[in-house]
């Protein structure tokens, strides 16, 4: 059996969904453990198009159980709405394949609003949310006064705890002469919002352990990427969870030894959706050519994501954060005719190399990326399963990125279909 982690080595969107939508047929459960419905994963099988916010990957695969784990904050009426939607594509959903953390703490309405209030009300340097109410959510986790999905089941306690929530947001939304908000006007919705989904509830960090104990394979799901941790990412340019590997254990309630692989999902170029530094950022044709080929609008937020070269200082960097065993590498297809293909080898900051992202935002912006240029190939690589098939070109870029950031590729993916993928190693079949 085997426990395998995966996780973005750039800022999101790298193509998580598609590679653990993949990789969920060898997987018994799938477990998101970080994050929320801010996370927007898109699969692609047989042509019919998933896309998946809350809910793990897994699902879409008959057999496969799926588990929302204790590190997620979960907005419920987003979760409703979403496991309705899904059911409309035919999907199934019950008890049986779908386990949330009775742990898991809630999203709010006020959440959202403060959110929204917060981005809108900044003249300058918005971090750019996804505007869902993630950041408030977690900082009433841990200033110790939210909401857990076990508490939706008892009425007058709920209605306790979620007073407890508005008496603190409402002083600042009334110091900023905003409209003040009332729990009993959620009570009711979200009471029978629980009842919804109370046959999904349990006490999740048991029975990852029944998994784990019985020798059957876990999958773990990351959402967001390196760069957007809290501690390790462009802070304050970030999301509010760790989004890196050590976030599995904690996120569901599983020990570091119980992980036998990590596998870093990295797109052959680089975007990033959001304000932040992004030291590769292109603006000109090159950048734009990225983004149209690479159709990088966001999946939550219908934003254009900013588009740049691939940064191997940065996934390096990733790889060591997470100590990754081997990389999937998305979107190859998208370099398909460019001339000239270039990586990021370093920085100049200050016209001094380093061969780091600092840790200051203010050198963070300043870093100057330096460039390797290496040759571009004409012939399409969409839908190639085979490495022997690649142009020579592009298995010399795969080759050459394998060096600068010194971990393995093990998988490549040639266009969002589930099926086209070139696999050179498959983590559940190595021990
Ligand atoms: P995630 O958040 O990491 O799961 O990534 P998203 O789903 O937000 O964004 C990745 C996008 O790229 C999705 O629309 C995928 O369908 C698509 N995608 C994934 N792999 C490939 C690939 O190899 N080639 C192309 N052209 N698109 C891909
Ligand atoms: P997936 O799982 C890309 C970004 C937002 C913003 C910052 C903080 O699809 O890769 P938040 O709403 O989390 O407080 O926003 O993080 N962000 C993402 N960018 N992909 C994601 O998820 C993201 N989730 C959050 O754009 O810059
Ligand atoms: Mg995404």
């Known amino acids: 059996m085997s426990n395998v982690i995966i996780i973005g080595t750039q800022w999101g969107d790298e193509g998580k969904g598609k590679i653990v939508d993949w990789l969920s047929e060898k997987a018994d459960l799938v477990v998101r453990f970080q994050g929320g419905h801010n996370a927007g994963h898109t699969l692609v099988v047989n042509g019919k198009i998933f896309k ?7 699902i879409i695969r008959e057999n496969t159980t799926v588990l929302i784990g204790n590190g997620v904050v979960i907005d419920p009426f987003h979760l409703k709405k979403e496991i309705e939607e899904l059911r409309n594509q035919d999907i199934k959903i019950s008890s049986e394949n779908l386990i949330i953390s009775d742990s898991a703490f809630l999203i709010l ?10 981005e809108n009300k900044k003249e300058i340097e918005k971090i750019g949310t996804t505007g869902r109410g993630i950041g408030p959510s977690y900082e009433d986790k841990v200033g110790r006064r939210a909401v857990k999905i076990c508490d939706l089941f008892d009425k007058v306690d709920l209605l306790k705890k979620l007073l407890k929530v508005y008496d603190f947001h409402n002083v600042w939304l009334k110091a900023m002469g905003e409209k003040i908000q009332y729990p009993e006007d959620i009570l009711n919705e979200l009471y029978d919002i629980g009842q919804f989904i109370i046959s999904f509830v349990q006490p999740s960090s048991l029975l990852i352990s029944k998994y784990n104990d019985t020798s059957l394979n876990i999958l773990f799901e990351g959402a967001q990427g390196t760069f957007l941790d809290i501690d390790h990412g462009t802070y304050p340019y970030v999301t509010s969870s760790n989004t890196i590997a050590s976030q599995a254990g904690v996120g569901t309630g599983l020990g570091p030894t119980s992980i036998d692989f990590t596998i870093g999902i990295t797109k052959a170029y680089t975007t990033r959706v959001g304000s932040g530094p992004f030291p590769t950022e292109d603006t000109s044709t090159d950048g734009i050519q990225l983004g149209t080929r ?8 219908g934003r254009q994501r900013r588009c740049g070269w691939f940064d191997a200082v940065l996934v390096k960097q990733a790889v060591s954060l997470s100590s990754i065993n081997g990389i999937a590498l998305t979107k190859l297809d998208v370099l398909d005719g460019f001339n000239s293909i270039k990586i990021c080898t370093g920085y100049y900051l200050d016209n001094n190399f380093i061969n780091y992202l600092p840790s200051s935002d203010k050198q963070q912006k300043k870093v100057k990326p330096i460039y390797e240029v290496i040759e571009g190939w004409d012939e399409s690589v969409v839908g190639v399963r085979e490495f022997d098939k690649l142009p020579k070109e592009a298995k010399f870029y795969i080759k050459r990125i394998e060096k600068l950031i010194n ?19 498959n983590p559940f079949e190595m021990n």
Do not use: A, W
């Open 294 to 301: 690479g159709h990088e609008f966001g999946t939550v937020t």
């Open 407 to 425: 971990c393995p590729i093990i998988l490549i993916s040639t266009s969002p279909e589930r099926e086209d993928t070139i696999y050179l190693k």
């Open 52 to 58: 998946l916010s809350l809910l793990p990957s897994g």
């Open 109 to 118: 309405p006020i959440h959202q609003t403060i959110d929204n209030l917060r």
